[in-house]
Each structure stands twice: as structure tokens, then as C-alpha cells.
């Protein structure tokens, strides 16, 4: 039996779309291409600007003075003492005492600091430094009891 253009055909059944039909598909994947990327890129940006903890700071204190410096920006500070001028560095998220002129040197010997929290003074010189932000309270345990 022959098949030809008769009421046997069945137009509903056309393998092949037609070009209007594959517009349209593609402009919806495009559409949603678009709104993804347009998610992603605000949920991305929202993360950085909201998401992270405030950065930490590091407050010097003198005689009746403070100084507040970020502790994300490197630099290296100069500040009058009872006995002199004291350096201290901020590198890398952290500060130390560089160079103090007390004379046992224990501030220079002593660990950096950058937790909020830590503090270290150089005494003999009235300088004290400690780091204010806010806390992670799941960072790090304070003390461990058993």
C-alpha cells in the first residue's frame, strides 16, 4: 500500500521544527542563561560585600591617647612613649612591636597579634596594643576544662 498526501499523514508528527519553533527554544535557554548569571552575580557580590566578618582593628594606646589603624592594610606606625618612640608593623592581618627603646625588648620577643582580643604592651614604654572586631564565637575555644 502506497502512503501518500492524504488524510493518512499526520502533520502533527513532523520530525523536523520549523525555524520559528527553534528561536523560541533557544530564547528561553537564553532567558534563563541570563537570569542564572544575573543570580549568581548578586548572590557573588552580596557574599562580599555582606558576608564576611567586619575586619579587625588594632587600637595603640599611649598616655591618654589611642590610635586605631585597620588590620587588613600593611603599614608601619611610630608612636611617642614614656621613654622614646615605639614602632610597631602591621603585616598580613597581624601587629608586632618592631623596635621599642625600654631595654629588655620582651614587646619585639613577644608573638604577633590579630585575634579579637589579643593584646600586647610594651610597660616600661606605656604602650599597649590590642585588637577590637567582632567576635566568632566558633572560632576558637577560649579554654578547654576536663
Known amino acids: 500500500m502506497k502512503r501518500g498526501k492524504g488524510s493518512d499523514a499526520n502533520p502533527a508528527k513532523d ?21 542564572a548569571l544575573a543570580l549568581a552575580a548578586f548572590s557573588a ?18 598616655d591618654g ?18 621613654l622614646g618612640l615605639v614602632t610597631i608593623a602591621i603585616e598580613g592581618g597581624r601587629a608586632r612591636f618592631l623596635d621599642s627603646p625600654c631595654q629588655n625588648k620582651l614587646c619585639i620577643g613577644a608573638a604577633p597579634i590579630g585575634v579579637t582580643g589579643d593584646w600586647s604592651a610594651c610597660l616600661p614604654s606605656g604602650v599597649f596594643i590590642r585588637v577590637e572586631g567582632d567576635v566568632d564565637e566558633h572560632d576558637e575555644f577560649d579554654a578547654i576544662v576536663r
Open 15 to 35: 520530525p523536523a521544527p520549523s525555524r520559528l519553533e527553534r528561536q523560541s527554544i533557544k530564547l528561553r535557554l537564553f532567558d534563563v542563561v541570563i537570569i
Open 45 to 62: 557580590s552580596a557574599l562580599v560585600i555582606y558576608g564576611g566578618p567586619a575586619p579587625s582593628s588594632l587600637v595603640i594606646s599611649t
Open 65 to 82: 591617647e589611642d590610635w586605631i589603624y585597620p588590620l587588613n592594610e600593611d603599614r608601619v606606625v611610630q608612636v611617642q612613649g614614656k
